[in-house]
């Protein structure tokens, strides 16, 4: 404000000619600017708090029907099949257009979707990651699913354990869509010629010995490293963690510096840096395939497009043990926006549904390598022929029983994330030693997780 | 020399005429002696800044043509076994790149002519109109060169969602128009211009915006040249901006339409991915190999403040 008013009262001491113009100029501009900064001070919405809709792009022929703003994370491949279930949903019926706008990645959606509730505009339904979802629940943002659910599309419409994930209180806020685990990939050649057996390792023990072995071989002239590690993602991190007897956390008390974590991140650290076994990869995934690492862990979700692209035979199986399994869910699902106006909600409900039900949720699952969630995927003999014929495909639905989902600490707090990347990148590429990396971690979110326990005791605990 | 003038200072004031007749002819023994032999490591370094800029776009080129095989194997392929144009078509399939060209294309040109225009109306005004607190208002503006962009993100998504502006043009080019940079820039330059020739023109009778368009613009080509460009390639480039204030498809640019073409589970398509790329980074190329002479001149130019 100052920067606006200052001109004007040194204008007015001078007492020229040009000043009245000036000074409308000033005051003209103040008078615009005002409502503009009282916009960045937004009252919190009340329940029956109705935010407009994104503005998007309507086909000519759709115009007269109820649209409904779906936010994707999905893109490529993954982004084609959803919007080939969304036409066949607007070939189903004549009173609904769902409209799929597309933020790369679960964090830009998340990002998008913070600024939006700022702008007081929210999309109908949005894809949420695993641990996104929950933040929103914690603000109030999302709707809750029981009253929407009736005789032709009931709960048991989806895979039991996986709709658990999204119910806090009785209630259905988040709906499996696009969920995954990770899965031990490794290279069936190499291990072969290494004379390694033609399987996964059974514990993280055997997963080492097996490294030492690897170590020296050589091909096209480079030498091949038993795993590249992922620095930019703690989702297996937290399932490793889980395997030697460690966790995030047991509520909302910290466990990071407990034994089995600990032993977990040391663990990784020999490997790298003891045995020369593991590195830190930009991009494992693209390492695997070129034949630079022997294994890795990736989300299910990676199969079919690995399967595309490698020149060679891979195997999958479990991850590996420790004292325990450890296994995270992942991926995303679909939550309905609370503060769309109760037609959009209702619509928005008949995608939803749309989208789990009958041949669209077949080829979801199909199409993608998702997990599938549904009843009708789980179902369906399409589904069940594929993996028969690719039994990888089977070892990822088997895997299924052995997994849960994330922390609280990692679902609640958004700062546990960083905080993880920060200190696994740094035990990795720096060599550090692991506790006191988890140590740092523990300090580093004391803080933040006391500004969501209120909040988390109130609404998730109690 | 130094040393000498210390020692005999009597003598180093007669010098001065032989200095400058004695002083070429070493200068070009010494170099003639040791061209190479002295200059090899700025040879060297010259290479190597070379190659740190051309061997990514290297990469960038010849990943966009080649084959999976070839792009997924190590150690690295430098040369493709076979070229493909199979990435560039998949790419123009899966993201409707027509669309993005124009957007690009219409919010480069507009941004860029508005941030220009302004940009030469302020500077004018910097530098030639008195006004109080003037100093003081420049001194604010050299303030906002120093603000990240990204500080004002979350402010300026409000401002113009409360506008009703989020997924239109104008909310794409509003926020980017007013360049700090690009005002300072104009601003020194103007201030370099001989002020006899604007006392001329007063006694002719000229007023502002004769003065401006008859005088400052016409002797200011290559510093208005320099903020032309730099706005342009900053509209073709932004990113963030258009990411958060875009929702559908058809509203998107070219450097957003990109993440369309990056898997986010699973296994990115390089390939496809720096087909895209290239067709995003060509227009700029060009444009900066075109105009590269402008951009030094209109630099340095201006920032010396005799740029004429």
């Known amino acids: 404000m100052h920067l606006l008013d200052r001109p004007q009262s040194a204008a007015r001491g001078l007492g020229s000619l040009n000043i009245t113009r000036r000074q409308a100029l000033a005051a003209g501009m103040l008078a615009a600017a005002a409502p503009l900064l ?117 709960k048991d419409a989806f895979h039991e354990r996986f709709l658990a994930e999204g119910t806090v209180k009785d209630d259905v806020w988040w709906v499996p869509f696009g969920r995954s685990t990770p899965l031990f990939y490794f290279n069936r050649e190499m291990f072969a010629e290494v004379g390694l057996p033609n399987r996964a ?88 395939i070129a034949g630079a690492s022997a294994t890795m862990t990736e989300s299910t979700g990676a199969l079919t497009g690995i399967a595309d692209a490698a020149q060679f035979d891979f195997g999958v199986g479990f991850l590996p043990k420790e004292v325990e399994t450890g296994v995270p869910t992942g991926g995303g699902g679909l939550s309905i926006l609370r503060y769309a106006s109760e037609e959009r909600k209702r619509a928005a409900w008949e995608v939803l549904k749309f989208l789990s039900s009958g041949d669209a949720a077949v080829e979801w699952t199909l199409g993608t390598g998702y997990m599938p969630t549904t ?88 | 020399m130094a040393a000498m003038t210390n020692v005999l200072p009597a003598e180093a004031t007669q010098a001065p005429g032989e200095e400058a007749a004695g002083s070429p002819r070493r200068a070009a023994r010494r170099q003639r002696r040791g061209g190479l032999s002295r200059r090899w490591w700025g040879y060297l370094l010259l290479i190597a800044a070379g190659l740190a800029f051309i061997l990514p776009l290297y990469v ?39 669309a993005f060209i124009t957007n690009s294309v219409v919010v480069t040109a507009v941004g860029a002519t508005v941030k220009v225009v302004l940009a030469v109306f302020t500077a004018y005004a910097f530098a030639f109109l008195p006004f109080p607190r003037k100093n003081l208002l420049f001194l604010v503006m050299l303030g906002a060169l120093m603000v990240p962009g990204h500080v004002t993100l979350l402010v300026n998504y409000i401002t113009i969602g409360n506008m009703g502006l989020i997924n239109t043009y104008a909310g794409l080019i509003l926020p980017g128009v007013a360049s700090a940079f690009g005002t300072f820039l104009l601003r020194q330059h103007f201030l370099s211009l001989p002020s006899e020739v604007f006392e001329a023109a007063e006694v ?83 444009v900066f190999l075109f105009a590269q002479r402008f951009i030094v001149t209109g630099l340095t130019g201006a920032a010396a403040g005799n740029g004429r």
């Open chain 2, 60 to 98: 960038l080129v010849t990943t966009a043509f080649k084959s999976n095989a070839d792009i997924y194997t190590w150690p690295m392929k430098w040369l493709p076994s076979e070229l493909t144009w199979d990435n560039l078509v998949q790419a123009w399939e899966l993201a409707p790149f027509g």
């Open chain 1, 201 to 288: 390792p059974k514990t993280f023990t055997e997963y080492r010995e097996w490294g030492r072995e690897l170590a020296g071989y050589t091909r096209n002239g480079t030498k091949v490293a038993m795993r590249g590690y992922r620095g930019n993602d703690d989702w297996y991190f937290q399932g490793s963690s889980w395997a030697f007897g460690g966790a995030y956390s047991d509520g909302l008390d910290m466990r990071f510096t407990s034994e089995g974590t600990v032993a977990a991140l040391e663990y990784d650290r020999a490997f790298i840096h003891d045995d020369k076994s593991g590195y830190l990869a930009a991009d494992p995934t693209a390492d695997f």
């Open chain 1, 38 to 154: 009282a916009g960045c001070f937004g009252s919190g919405g009340g329940s029956g708090t109705v935010y407009g809709q994104p503005s998007g792009d309507v086909p000519a022929r759709f115009k007269k029907r109820q649209r409904v703003v779906l936010w994707s994370n999905w893109t490529a491949h993954n982004a084609e099949i959803l919007q080939k279930n969304i036409d066949a949903f607007h070939d189903s019926q004549d009173e609904i257009f769902c409209e799929v706008q597309i933020f790369e990645g679960y964090d830009n959606v998340e990002a998008k979707l913070a600024a939006s509730l700022q702008a007081k505009q929210v999309p109908d339904i949005s894809v949420m990651s695993d641990i996104v979802w929950n933040r929103f629940y914690l603000n109030d943002a999302l709707e809750p699913l029981n009253g929407y659910f009736d005789d032709s599309f009931g």
């Open chain 1, 375 to 462: 009843r009708a995927a789980l179902e369906s003999d399409k589904v069940k022929a594929k993996a028969t014929e690719n039994p990888n495909y089977q070892v990822a639905i088997d895997q299924l029983d052995i997994a849960k989902g994330p922390d609280v600490v990692r679902r609640f707090v958004p700062e546990a994330v960083p905080a993880m990347k920060d200190a696994i990148q740094a035990v990795y590429s720096g060599g550090s030693d692991a506790e006191r990396a988890l140590k740092t971690v523990q300090t580093t979110l004391e803080p933040a997780i006391e500004k969501v326990r209120a909040k988390y005791e109130a609404k998730v605990a109690s």
């Open chain 2, 204 to 286: 002719d009778g000229a007023g502002h915006l004769r003065k401006l368009f008859s005088f400052a613009l016409p002797m200011s080509i290559p510093a208005i040249a320099t903020v032309g460009l730099i706005a342009v390639i900053d509209e073709w480039n932004s990113f963030v901006w258009p990411l958060i204030i875009t929702n559908s498809v058809n509203m998107r640019t070219l450097p957003i339409g990109l993440m369309y073409l990056k898997a986010n589970d699973g296994l990115t398509s390089w390939g496809v991915l720096m087909s895209g790329t290239l067709i995003v980074v060509l227009p700029m190329l060009l």
